[in-house]
């Protein structure tokens, strides 16, 4: 999920963005390897990889985080037939020293998109939905209702103005960032702007579709999505600790996230500021287990029809060299999955099917370093390692 658009306009998602200086983040912590015991990381044990190209990749994830400034990092990498990687390095808290645990809780941003579409195309197997269908047969006062299909919504192509890009919205938010949203509040924003594009004609990442896709499950389900989610989502992939929060409220063990979005522009903790901003777009939560885990179910289509999550992989060009974009779902140079940005966390949760190799990151900020998201400059160099034939390109939303 990416920025509020601020200081530097992002007609995306969340947050705008400055470097993060180097008096904003405590001195650089040891790396230390995972702890075999943990539960979920099964025998991915120090040098499981091979001791070269685990050390390898423990200078270039060193490296990366302290040139973007990045407090805390966690990286898993399973590669069948050679062996995995799980480090954890740099901290959770910059105040304590507090390492950065591997059982670390984050907020994911939006790969919370991935669980919203996959609960709307599961209704498309049921035959309550079809992709084609109108936002006006289930959600009445869209601009252009009549002509944005549920498809244009999760494909990104509708041309629904972003209610995160709206000025009012983000003085609003960075004012009070712990007061709650609801989903109406939200669309009003964006629905103050004339739509950008014509319906299915162009890119535009944009929480606005989201935030309608979760109302369509709402309604016809007759269920809140949280509910709808966890009992169609989470319990079928075995997903014990993913969560779609009522509020602020935030499992243990999770670090402390850091953001320089407050209105003074400072680098502020925002671990507990309220998502419910995000919804259906962003206001999840998971961890390096189940991350790993929802990884390869997003890219095989473990909870969906073959006919329908085919349609999820039929992925359109975004403008962004080397990716492209699906039903809630991104390809890039072969990795299929989802980033994640929200104040304070970011994450990428990738699969590569020509290896069946999976990639999870997970980072306790969001402050761009140079330009870009600090967590997809850690992918693209986990993968420069591991796999260069299938480099991470990034991100699909403007800087």
């Not at 079809?130 to 009445?140: E, H, Q, S, T």
């Not at 992939?237 to 509020?247: D, E, I, N, S």
């Not at 699906?326 to 020509?354: A, M, Q």
């Not at 299938?390 to 403007?398: D, H, I, K």
Request: charge should be neutral; include cysteine; charged fraction near 20%.
């Amino acid at each position: 999920m990416r920025r509020i658009p601020h200081r530097r306009l992002l007609a995306a998602t969340l947050l705008a963005a400055s470097v993060l200086t180097s008096t904003a983040v405590a001195p650089v912590a040891p790396v230390h390897a995972a702890n075999v015991d943990r539960p979920g990381e099964g025998d991915c044990r120090p040098g499981g990889l091979g001791q070269g190209l685990t050390a390898k990749l423990d200078r270039t994830i060193e490296d990366v985080r302290e040139q973007a400034g990045i407090p805390g990092v966690v990286v898993g990498l399973w590669m069948p037939g050679k062996g995995c990687y799980v480090r954890a390095t740099g901290v959770a808290d910059t105040v304590t020293r507090q390492p950065m645990p591997v059982d670390t809780y984050v907020r994911i941003g939006s790969e919370t998109k991935t669980f919203t579409v996959t609960a709307l195309l599961q209704l498309v197997d049921d035959g309550k939905v079809r992709l084609d269908d109108p936002i006006d047969d289930y959600v009445r006062g869209v601009p252009n209702g009549d002509e944005i299909t549920l498809r244009h919504l999760a494909e990104m192509r509708s041309g629904l103005f972003p209610y995160t890009s709206d000025p009012d919205f983000i003085r609003d938010l960075q004012t009070d960032p712990k007061r709650p949203y609801n989903p109406w509040e939200l669309l009003s924003y964006g629905y103050r702007h004339p739509n950008t594009s014509a319906p299915g004609t162009t890119f535009q990442y944009s929480n606005s579709n989201l935030i309608l896709l979760g109302l369509v499950i709402e309604k016809v389900t007759g269920k809140r999505l949280a509910d709808v989610i966890h009992q169609r989502v989470l319990r079928p992939a075995h997903l014990r600790h993913t969560l779609f929060p009522k509020g602020a409220e935030f499992p243990e063990p999770h670090a402390r996230g850091y953001t320089d979005q407050s209105l003074s522009g400072a680098v502020t903790d925002a671990t507990d500021w309220n998502p419910s901003w995000a919804w259906a777009a962003g206001a999840m939560i998971s961890n390096l287990h189940d991350l790993r885990r929802w990884a390869k179910v997003v890219a095989t289509g473990e909870l969906l029809s073959p006919e329908t999550q085919a349609q999820r992989l039929k992925t359109l060009p975004t403008g962004f060299p080397g990716t492209t974009y699906g039903l809630g779902i991104l390809e890039t140079n072969g990795w299929i999955g989802h980033n994640g940005s929200i104040p304070g966390y970011e994450t990428v949760t990738v699969y590569l099917p020509s290896k069946k190799a999976t990639l999870v990151v997970m980072i306790n900020t969001d402050m761009l370093h140079q330009g870009q998201e600090p967590s997809t400059l850690l992918a693209r160099a986990v993968t420069e390692v591991v796999t260069p034939d299938n480099v991470y390109a990034g991100a699909v939303v403007p800087h």
